[in-house]
Each structure stands twice: as structure tokens, then as C-alpha cells.
């Protein structure tokens, strides 16, 4: 039995065919990630998820997406930060908490580090072209900027990356400082968190870069690993 994998979604005003109207949305990308890996893909749809469907998973794929409400860590909306989705936050902080709770292996992608940290009591950098010396990890609508991440040795992001590993960056937000239970596992080359892990939770990884839009696909085959010690025979 292949895994389920729940993947947070996207609630927005989408166009398609005579249609215009509110839809929930994922790049494919992310459920071809999953079906490649082994894993089912199951989208989790925004403002309906709650804590009951983690009972019926095995893994938990937070996507990306628009910026995490500063609100939930003590700040106002800085300038630059102005597209925020509430909705999406509540249903992805109960989907986050149940699955810490259950132990269930969680892979954060860009959005979902940042809501990972900032759930467990982090906080967030909320414009990095505002930090000196920071390099460009959004370089426009649609597009990537492409950064050499460097991993921290004896970690499973190394282990599974390698020393250092080629990043797709679309993020103008990072994390500040650290929630306690997390470490750093990778950096760019500016010294912006890359990776962190869950310390001693099993598999709980979280990547501030796309892994689904490049070719390597490490992260997602190693979810559905763990996933599947979840899987009931």
C-alpha cells in the first residue's frame, strides 16, 4: 500500500477555460514529487483541514505559498509584507500540530519552514532585500533564483543532499530566530537558514527553497520512506 501524503493547498482566485472564480490550487509539481517518490498525493483543501484528517495520513507535505501573518509571532505587517492568507494559516497551524503530535513525518517547503519555526515560537525576517548583505532569493514573478546551499555534516539534510546541494529560491522572508527544538542544517551562501530539522522527532525536515521544482527529488523519496513506518500493513 503506497502511503498517503496530505499536501496543503492554496485557496485564490484562479482562471481556467470561461471560468474566474475562488478554486483550490497546487503546482502539480508537488503531487508528481510525491507519486514519484511511492507515495499517494492527497490534497488537504484550505479553510475545511482540521486535525481529524491527520489521522488518516501518513506524511504531511506543507507547501508554499503567501506569507505567514506576522501576528502570529508578535510583529505587524512590515511594508513589503501584503499578501497574507489567515485562512490558510489556521487550517495549516491545526494540520502542523496534529501531526507533531502523532510523530507523522513532515516535510516544510519555503512557506512551510517558515511556519514551522514560527509555530514552534520562532520568528521571521520579514524582507530580506531590508538585510545588509543579503543576496536576491526572489528575483521576480516566476522565476527562481538558483543559490549553492551548504548543509551541516552529521545531519539528515546532508545525508541526504549532500555537502552542499543546488537550491531553487523564491522567498523574500526567513527565518530570524530559531524555535527552540529546531536546528540549522543548511545555509546559503549570505548565511540565510536554509534547512532545519526537528531535533530527535524522526522525520521532520524543513527546506526554504522548492525542492519540487528542480530534478532532485531526495527529500520527497525520503518522506515517503518514513511515511511508510506509518503505513498499516
Not at 502511503?3 to 497546487?26: C, F, H, K, M, N
Not at 494559516?89 to 512557506?111: F, H, K, Q, S, Y
Not at 515560537?121 to 516566476?142: F, I, K, R, Y
Amino acid at each position: 500500500m503506497r502511503p498517503l501524503i496530505g499536501i496543503s493547498t492554496y485557496r485564490e482566485q484562479a482562471r481556467w477555460g470561461s471560468w474566474d472564480i475562488p478554486a483550490i490550487v497546487l503546482p502539480a509539481n508537488y503531487v508528481d514529487a510525491i507519486e514519484a517518490a511511492g507515495g499517494q498525493p492527497v490534497l488537504l483543501p484550505t479553510g475545511v483541514g482540521s486535525a481529524a484528517v491527520v489521522e488518516r495520513l501518513d506524511g504531511l507535505v506543507l507547501a508554499g505559498g503567501a506569507d505567514v501573518d506576522p501576528a502570529r509571532y508578535g510583529e505587524e505587517s512590515g511594508r513589503h509584507t501584503t499578501v497574507l492568507r489567515p485562512d490558510r494559516d489556521g487550517t495549516e497551524v491545526e494540520l502542523l500540530g496534529a501531526a507533531l503530535d502523532r510523530a507523522l513525518p513532515v516535510l516544510a517547503i519555503c512557506r512551510g519552514l517558515q511556519l514551522l519555526n514560527v509555530v514552534l515560537g520562532g520568528d521571521l525576517v520579514q524582507h530580506l532585500p531590508d538585510e545588509p548583505g543579503t543576496a536576491v532569493h526572489d528575483p521576480g514573478p516566476g522565476l527562481f533564483a538558483q543559490h549553492t546551499v551548504r548543509t551541516l555534516a552529521g545531519t539528515t539534510t546532508a545525508a541526504l543532499l549532500g555537502a552542499t546541494t543546488e537550491a531553487h529560491c523564491h522567498h523574500h522572508q526567513a527565518v530570524r530566530r530559531l524555535a527552540t527544538g529546531l536546528t540549522a542544517t543548511a545555509w546559503a551562501e549570505d548565511g540565510t537558514i536554509e534547512a532545519v530539522e526537528h531535533a530527535g522527532r524522526g522525520f521532520c525536515l524543513g527546506v526554504q527553497w522548492h525542492p519540487e521544482a528542480g530534478e532532485e527529488r531526495a527529500l520527497f523519496a525520503a518522506l515517503v520512506v518514513a511515511a511508510r513506518a506509518t503505513t498499516p500493513v
